[in-house]
């Protein structure tokens, strides 16, 4: 698996039963907390790992720092959140490297392994499967608001948790069942994921907007005026390839292109299991997990707003 599709990370054949896993992410500071930075920033390198069906094993620190500007103290709360996160993860931190840099980037380079015959990719998915959503969206914009101080830092801090959550217990549980396509909500939005696993796959996604989960506040920073810089860039990607059947609001519609970190995972499976897999990965304590949309055959992949 490399650069055929869009999918979340190499995969690399070693033998009948054994193939690793390599990815590589970092992001800037979507909070000013160091120790939160660490935690999500790590916990976003991971879920490419846990996209493609696999187990994380190690991880290399990848850091730029203005160490002169901010010194080590900060430094030190940025790695300690990343190690708490991949020794959550059951991996381990085997090295990294670090540059002098005059804005704060921290990530990691992700090595894990997959049975070859039980890989997961973003183009197998069928039609009349259903979709599956376990994390809430909004992210992207939230973290813009609390910079320019449309939303207090209480109000962000309180979805944290959530946001540096792994999404270890989604695909464990998630494994269980006959998973015909993944992929992480990151960057792209729900809009420009889902038109991965669209075009890859050949097929016409149905998202049913009543039915996304938002993060409280999303939408209402939307509303006030707030956007990311990426929400333009999103939107421009699915040119073409989205459609809605149903009226929007701008804010409305703006949340669809709003970039992710540390998204959840997006899944892919018959219908008549979704309800069972949306029950067991409440119980493992994904409690936003909701089926989103269904896969539809066509002609032409689109996304399609109902």
């Given at each position: 698996m490399g650069f055929e599709?869009?999918?979340d990370a190499a995969v690399y054949r070693l033998s009948d039963d054994m193939a690793f896993i390599s990815t590589v992410d970092f992001i800037t500071p979507p909070v000013d907390d160091p120790y939160w930075f660490g935690q999500i920033a790590a916990a976003n390198s991971l879920s490419d790992v846990y996209a493609m069906g696999g187990k994380p094993l190690t991880a290399l620190n990848l850091i730029m720092y203005p160490m002169k500007t901010?010194?080590?103290?900060l430094l030190k709360e940025i790695l300690r959140g990343g190690s708490d996160k991949v020794s959550e993860a059951g991996a381990s931190i085997a090295g990294g490297h670090s540059v002098d840099d005059n804005e704060p980037k921290y990530g990691l380079a992700v090595t894990g392994v997959v049975h070859p015959d039980r890989i997961l990719t973003n183009c197998a998915a069928k039609a009349g499967d259903?979709?599956?959503l376990t994390k809430p969206l909004g992210t992207g914009v939230l973290f813009n608001a609390c910079r320019s101080k449309r939303l207090p830092w209480r109000d962000l801090e309180a979805i944290l948790p959530e946001v540096a959550s792994l999404n270890k217990k989604a695909i464990e549980v998630a494994l269980n069942f006959d998973i015909?396509?993944?992929t992480d909500i990151t960057g792209f939005g729900v809009i420009g994921h889902s038109l991965e696993m669209a075009k890859g796959s050949g097929m016409q996604i149905s998202l049913f907007y009543d039915k996304l989960p938002f993060y409280p506040n999303a939408l209402q920073m939307y509303q006030k005026g707030e956007t990311t810089g990426s929400n333009r860039a999103n939107r421009k990607l699915a040119e073409g390839f989205f459609k809605?059947?149903?009226?929007?609001?701008?804010?409305e519609e703006e949340l669809l292109f709003d970039p992710q970190t540390s998204g959840g995972l997006l899944l892919s499976l018959p219908s008549?299991?979704?309800n069972r897999l949306v029950k067991e990965l409440k119980k493992a304590g994904v409690e936003a997990a909701v089926q989103i949309g269904e896969v539809v055959a066509s002609s032409q992949p689109s996304v399609w707003i109902v």
């Open positions: 599709t869009c999918d901010l010194g080590p103290t259903a979709l599956i015909h396509a993944c809605k059947t149903r009226e929007l609001s701008r804010a008549n299991e979704s």
